[in-house]
């Protein structure tokens, strides 16, 4: 009888309420073996396919392990439960968390809310993460950019994130979730923390998202630091990208990111330019002109585009922060001063922090980065993460 309530509870719930759940695929990089939940605040219900088998609470310890035979075994506080498909663990509330420990490998622990599916993928578990969408935006901020900024920057870094996360909506479709948890999509390393100001920019911006002057959801890049000039995407990715262009930012160029310095024996250097790209090292004027290499402005090629070779190419090789550096000689060393953290295309973060100080709001900020964008208030209602 309990488990008929709480599957029509469940069922009725995924109807009525309002909220946009997304699916977020946890440790996503990570070939998992075991892992453990810990409720800490409130119950949870375990489901195996539409099966009743557990309510647990804190200090139970529940664990899942991949069998060959594509299903999952669970134990509860070390006694093997059952053995099943397509678990899920639903919390009683939604404002519930647990901690998340992954056994094998050894993983650092990470606590979430929402509701989770555990899945047998090819011998290793895939745990997601099924959860409101405002809430992913508050973790996702609090990984992305940090606390102790301004509440704008917050509402900028929410549009953005809410943005990416309907245009990548199926990024990971085939794997059974929406977006990953790592970088690859938008760092989600644990649940908000009740940040009041993250909470409330979230809020305050519910539901609005970038879109071009075409209707479409706007490309929302960005990177710690331009140096002084955005870059055009042409140089990143060897393609153009609607909207952006390559424009002056002064906002950004005090900051912390703004300058670095890397020295590079030439010996390493030569290498690697001869072989990859026949530059002629034997000839001084050649070498003359590397050694006094300067962008006062952003430049895509090295030298010139005779030579052809892209800067990005330097700075994958060399990781470098940056594409946007001058050269020259000291000793046995080419020195690279350079400017800017990141690929410069879109949002400068630190531009944007800056902007707040100076009193500008999220709307003037991404219209700065973003030109042309428009901000839509997408009603709530009208759209889904699932199919
Ligand atoms: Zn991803
Ligand atoms: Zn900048």
């Given at each position: 009888m309990l488990r008929l309530l709480i599957i029509i509870v469940l069922f009725c719930s995924s109807f009525t309420s309002e909220a946009q759940l997304i699916r977020v695929g946890l440790f996503a990089s990570q070939k998992i073996s075991q892992v453990r939940f810990s409720p800490k605040v409130g119950s949870c219900f375990i489901f195996s396919d539409t099966s009743f088998i557990a309510k647990i609470s804190s200090p139970d310890l529940i664990e899942f392990s991949p069998e060959q035979t594509g299903k999952i075994e669970i134990s509860i506080n070390g006694k093997v439960l059952h053995v099943g498909n397509n678990i899920s663990v639903v919390q009683e509330k939604n404002e519930n968390h647990l901690d998340i420990k992954v056994l094998k490998p050894t993983l650092k622990t990470r606590s979430y809310e929402g509701d989770f599916f555990v899945l047998n993928t090819k011998g290793y578990l895939q745990v997601i993460n099924d959860i409101d969408l405002e809430q992913y935006l508050e973790g996702v901020i609090e990984s992305e950019a940090g606390t102790g900024q301004r509440i704008e920057y917050y509402k900028v870094q929410a549009i953005i994130s809410r943005t990416y996360a309907m245009k990548y909506k199926k990024k990971h479709e085939s794997s059974g979730f929406n977006l990953c948890d790592a970088t690859h999509c938008q760092?989600?390393?644990?649940?908000?923390?009740?940040s009041p100001v993250i909470d409330t920019a979230v809020s305050k911006t519910r539901g609005v998202i970038m879109l071009d002057k075409n209707g479409a959801l706007y490309s929302t890049f960005f990177h710690a630091n331009c140096g002084g000039q955005t870059c055009e995407p042409d140089a990143v990715w060897n393609q153009k990208i609607e909207g952006f262009s390559s424009f002056k930012d002064?906002?950004?160029?005090?900051?912390?990111?703004?300058k670095w310095v890397k020295k590079i024996p030439i010996k390493d250097w030569n290498t690697f330019l001869q072989d990859k790209y026949n530059f002629p090292v034997w000839d001084s004027i050649s070498v003359e002109q590397m050694f006094n290499f300067q962008q006062n402005e952003r430049k895509t090629f090295f030298i010139n585009p005779f030579f052809g070779i892209p800067l990005r190419d330097i700075r994958e090789a060399f990781k470098l922060k940056s594409t946007f550096f001058s050269c020259s000689k000291e000793g046995d060393f080419i020195v690279l001063s350079g400017r800017g953290f990141g690929h410069g295309v879109g949002l400068c973060q630190e531009g944007a922090m800056n902007m707040t100080k100076y009193g500008y709001d999220y709307n003037q900020i991404l219209a700065f980065y973003f030109p042309g964008m428009i901000l839509y208030e997408q009603p709530i209602a009208s759209f889904s993460f699932r199919k």
């Open positions: 760092a989600y390393l644990h649940k908000r923390n009740q002064t906002f950004c160029i005090h900051t912390n990111q703004s």
